[in-house]
């Protein structure tokens, strides 16, 4: 049997769950309200109510959407919202292709998303959809040049437009075509002075810089 702190209805749970940072929920989250939170997330899961993205992390499904039974959220939505439950609201940042995705540059997610986080972590696999995996980057998070932008999910971090161009530019585990067209995209409106500050201090730099100034050269003839 589920036993629930009678404090609360279900209006104020449901509530209580969709104020959290990117709508995530984990069972350790909810030990103070519920004596088994694990049984309460999954009666939730089965009215429709949160959304099982990974082991052990929920997020609440949006009021507004069409058929809240099967919803998803997109992938790096979900990467948003593990990174949220693993290391907290916008400590972590989605980068390379993932943030070039957000910023237009590249076209659908192919079920690998890229974040970069303060500390080293294990790869995690999401549950709800078929070889999706989120890889985690471990970074200077101090270093990195990031701005906010909306998901479904609430707001997370990703990198600028300037750092998503120069991670592309050491990432030598990309398929070519994707990163060369995703490079090209961010290149045409990008600041190249910032561009050039950042690669100068980030690692990676001999690797990154001639890929840079050969895409320059390209999107300025």
């Given at each position: 049997?589920?036993q629930v702190?009678?404090?609360e209805?279900?209006?104020?749970?449901?509530t209580?769950?969709?104020?959290r940072p990117m709508?995530?929920?984990r069972p350790?989250d909810?030990?103070?309200?519920?004596?088994n939170?694990?049984?309460?997330?999954?009666?939730?899961?089965?009215?429709?109510?949160?959304?099982?993205?990974?082991?052990g992390?929920y997020?609440?499904v949006p009021?507004?959407?069409?058929?809240?039974a099967r919803?998803?959220p997109?992938l790096?939505?979900?990467?948003?919202?593990?990174a949220?439950?693993?290391?907290g609201d916008?400590?972590?940042?989605l980068m390379?292709m993932t943030?070039a995705?957000?910023?237009?540059?590249a076209?659908?997610?192919r079920g690998?998303a890229t974040?970069a986080?303060p500390r080293?972590?294990?790869?995690?696999?999401?549950?709800d959809?078929?070889?999706a995996v989120i890889h985690?980057?471990?970074?200077?998070?101090?270093?990195v040049d990031?701005?906010p932008v909306?998901?479904e999910?609430g707001?997370?971090?990703?990198?600028?437009?300037?750092q998503?161009l120069v991670?592309?530019?050491?990432d030598r585990?990309l398929?070519k075509a994707?990163q060369?067209?995703?490079m090209?995209?961010?290149?045409?409106?990008?600041?190249?002075?910032r561009?050039?500050a950042l690669?100068?201090?980030?690692?990676g730099?001999?690797?990154?810089?001639?890929?840079?100034?050969?895409?320059r050269r390209?999107?300025?003839q």
């Amino acid at each position: 049997m589920v036993q629930v702190d009678r404090r609360e209805d279900g209006r104020h749970d449901k509530t209580r769950l969709a104020v959290r940072p990117m709508r995530t929920v984990r069972p350790a989250d909810l030990e103070q309200h519920y004596v088994n939170p694990r049984a309460v997330l999954r009666d939730r899961a089965a009215k429709g109510e949160v959304h099982k993205i990974a082991y052990g992390t929920y997020v609440a499904v949006p009021d507004d959407a069409p058929d809240q039974a099967r919803w998803r959220p997109g992938l790096e939505a979900a990467a948003a919202a593990v990174a949220t439950a693993i290391f907290g609201d916008r400590v972590a940042v989605l980068m390379g292709m993932t943030a070039a995705r957000l910023l237009g540059a590249a076209p659908r997610a192919r079920g690998h998303a890229t974040v970069a986080a303060p500390r080293r972590h294990r790869d995690v696999p999401l549950t709800d959809r078929r070889d999706a995996v989120i890889h985690f980057v471990h970074r200077d998070m101090d270093a990195v040049d990031t701005q906010p932008v909306a998901t479904e999910l609430g707001v997370t971090l990703i990198t600028t437009p300037e750092q998503t161009l120069v991670d592309l530019a050491r990432d030598r585990t990309l398929n070519k075509a994707d990163q060369h067209a995703a490079m090209l995209a961010l290149a045409r409106n990008v600041d190249w002075d910032r561009v050039a500050a950042l690669a100068a201090k980030q690692r990676g730099r001999t690797v990154a810089e001639p890929v840079l100034a050969r895409v320059r050269r390209e999107v300025q003839q």
